[in-house]
Each structure stands twice: as C-alpha cells, then as structure tokens.
C-alpha cells in the first residue's frame, strides 16, 4: 500500500505538488507518466482529479474516482471521452481486460459497491462541482483550501475498510483489509455453495465497527 501525502484530507501540498507526486508514485510502480500533447490539458486534468479526491491508480480505486468524477465532477462527456480514446489508455484497458474479464470487472463493482455509496454520498454534500477542465489558478492553492471551498470529504484509510469472511479447514473468520488483496479466486461449485450457504447461516457476522484487528505474524523457525 502506498501513503500519499495528498490522500490526507488536510494535505499543505500545492495542487501542483500534489499532481507531481501522484506522477513520481506512478514511476515508483513502473507505470509510465502520460503528458499532455501541445494544445491539451486532458491529462494534467485527469491527475489532478486523483489528487483532488485522494486516491491512487489500484482498481479498488480508479472505480471509486469513476464515482466521484460522475457525480461530483462537472465534466463535457466528448472531452472525458477524450480520455479513453489515448492509445496508452486503450492499452490499459485491454490488458484489464485480459486479466479480468467483464465477470472480474462486474465482480469488482459489486465488491466495491458500499464505498461507492459512501463516495456518491459525499458529492451530494460538496458545496460546489469540481471543473474536470479545471481552472489553472488552483494550482497554486493548497489542496486542504481546495477541498475546503468545493466541501469534498475524501474517503479516510478507515472509510476504506472492507471486511471479508473467509472459510478454511471448515472454520469461518472474518478479516478486515484496506486495499486490494493480490489474490486470485476460483468459483465455487454448485455443490460447494449450496454447503457454504448452509454452513454460514450458524456463522453471525458483526459489524465492522465491532471487530478488533491483530496481527499475526508467521514463525519463520517452524518447517510446517
């Protein structure tokens, strides 16, 4: 997981600052920084919302901007199309794709759907839209004074939260994750969910808040 100074709501980065940094940490994981074509700003634009509402480029969270940008952004769809038109972002998307598939995309949203209601939730409670094309004047104010006068509330490290119940050996637990989990699934049976399903309703779930997290470490010295 990445620590971004910009992902703090209270951040004292410049929008400037806060776009370079975004842009140092999509080096940092080998991705390539995109710049704008003479005449354009579609990309600079693009960075900034990343900034502005506090998120990195993981799948969990370019989902979660799609949100805010819908619903919180004022935008041209021709010019957001724009976006998807650029042939590194049309390479992206394919190998998305390949690994994914539309079942993993749809997955994906289902998974996310809680905090993309907790997103959506908090556009309505902006003061005002941000501009996608956004005036150039911003760039030198600091990003806590920008999301103070557009009133945008960015997800905290606990908004992004998710609890998972995992069964294994016959036993359930729940764990809490705060980001992607860098696992692959297989689906289950029809058998298989039919003796899950049967299995949870004596498993009580709490809510989240109710959870206390440990950690466990792994005994490095034991061969089994």
């Known amino acids: 997981m990445h620590n971004l100074y910009y992902q703090d709501q209270d951040c004292s980065l410049t929008l400037t600052q806060g776009i370079e940094e975004y842009r140092n940490y999509l080096v940092s994981i080998g991705r390539k920084v995109m710049e704008d074509e003479e005449g354009s700003s579609l990309i600079t634009d693009h960075d900034a919302t990343h900034v502005i509402f506090g998120l990195d480029t993981s799948l969990e969270q370019e989902s979660l901007l799609d949100t805010w940008v819908v619903a919180g952004c004022s935008w041209k769809f021709s010019y957001i199309l724009g976006y998807g038109k650029l042939d590194e972002i049309k390479k992206l998307y394919k190998a998305l794709y390949n690994e994914l598939g539309l079942l993993g995309f749809l997955k994906l949203y289902w998974y996310l759907l809680p905090r993309k209601w907790k997103v959506f939730r908090r556009t309505r409670r902006m003061k005002k839209k941000w501009l996608f094309n956004f005036p150039r004047s911003l760039l030198k104010l600091n990003i806590s004074d920008i999301r103070s006068e557009y009133g945008i509330n960015i997800l905290s490290e606990e908004d992004k939260k998710t609890l998972l119940t995992i069964r294994r050996d ?41 959870y206390k997290i440990f950690e466990v470490l792994r005994n490095l010295k034991r061969k089994t």
């Open 170 to 210: 016959n036993v359930f637990f729940e764990i809490i994750t705060f980001g992607t989990l860098g696992a692959t699934f297989k689906f289950t049976s029809p058998e298989e969910t039919i003796e899950i399903e049967g299995a949870l309703k004596e498993h009580k779930i709490f809510p989240v808040e109710d």
